[in-house]
């Protein structure tokens, strides 16, 4: 029976992946230090583990005890806008936490790697991203994403490990942290409209983003690494129709049923257009049924009025003032 680790395994993609695995008959480890995800979000099945991907003493000490068949790294902090200013937590958190997984990996002899990076790899080249693009990342957790994409290149050269990346894109759905105000809009709206708050967009509201629902793309990540084709591959996954934030916001209140207000902020630095082609991974798993955005927001919304509204705090360690929004200065 295979065995693998799933890092990030009690946040939102990752209690996804560790549900696939399990219904495939996979054995699961899911580790995660919970500063984003919930315990009580991972698969009873699966065995639950407190940690940090940094902590490589630990990290070794699971790759000799369960011999993991597959790794699916999804662990991150992934917060595109505010890792411009929080730099080298960003980097210990997204890159060096990776490279202990893929040192691990290596001498554990781990039979596939799975990435899950980011479209903010591309920067803001003109949309739709390929994979055949030259990626120009304009922040730093885009940066870090690309490093492990090119360590992993290194790495099987080197070594052998075999290894698919994926680069999905502004997913939404269950398991979201309704509380995090510095990523997953779709999740920042809800818990606004849950606490009787103005949606806050920043500027006009015209940035266009596809979203994605997350219950698309989990079957795809966890079944890519008995996938041998994908093998030494990068991939774009997501949703293909782009909307603005502001169509969004509306979209939202809709599936809410809560009549909200918006609050226009300051524009920040952020990529305009971001959305990608996935030709090359439907070639490689076949055509995947994309769910509508308001079929998502309406599967989304039993689920975030059950968990309730979130309190919502401002990250603790900033480590460059400079330029950062307003908003992200103030505490909930």
């Known amino acids: ?20 695995l399990l219904d495939q008959g996979h054995e699961v480890v899911a580790l995660d230090d919970l500063s984003g995800g919930f315990a009580d979000q991972v698969d009873p099945r699966a065995i639950f583990i407190k940690g940090s991907i940094n902590d490589h003493e630990l990290v070794d000490r699971l790759f000799a005890e369960h011999g993991f068949t597959y790794v699916y790294h999804l662990a991150a ?7 411009h200013f929080i730099r080298r937590f960003n980097y210990t958190n997204n890159l060096i936490g990776s ?9 554990h002899g781990v039979k ?18 390929r994979e055949d693009m030259r990626p120009v990342p304009e922040d730093p957790y885009g940066v870090a994403k690309l490093a492990v994409e090119m360590d992993l290149y290194a790495a099987k050269h080197m070594f052998g490990l075999e290894y698919v990346v994926f680069r999905p894109h502004n997913v939404y759905g269950e398991y979201q942290n309704l509380g995090d105000r510095y990523r997953n809009v779709v999740g920042i709206f809800m818990n606004q409209l849950m606490q009787g708050m103005p949606l806050t967009v920043f500027g006009d509201g015209e940035q266009k983003r596809a979203f994605t629902y997350v219950g698309d793309i989990a079957p795809l990540i966890a079944r890519s690494a008995w996938t041998p084709q994908a093998y030494g591959e990068v ?51 076949g055509a995947y049924e994309e769910t509508t955005l308001a079929e998502g927001l309406e599967r989304m919304v039993p689920w975030a009025r059950s968990v309730g509204a979130r309190s919502s705090s401002a990250f603790g360690h900033i480590e460059i003032e400079q330029g950062l ?3 992200w200065k103030q505490k909930a």
């Open 1 to 20: 029976m295979p065995i693998s680790l799933v890092t990030g395994g009690a946040g939102f993609m990752g209690a996804h992946v560790v549900k696939e």
């Open 77 to 83: 902090y992934a917060a595109e806008g505010l890792s």
């Open 99 to 107: 490279i202990n997984l893929i040192n691990a990996s290596v001498k």
């Open 112 to 129: 596939c790697f799975v990435f899950t990076s980011s479209i903010a790899v591309y920067g803001a080249l003109q949309p739709p991203m």
């Open 235 to 285: 991939f774009n996954v997501g949703a293909d129709r782009p909307y603005t934030v502001n169509e969004l916001s509306k979209l939202v209140m809709e599936a809410m049923g809560i009549a909200g207000t918006v609050r226009h902020l300051e524009a920040r630095n952020e990529v305009v257009f971001a959305f990608s082609d996935h030709t090359k991974a439907e070639r490689i798993f």
């Open 325 to 327: 929004p307003p908003s």
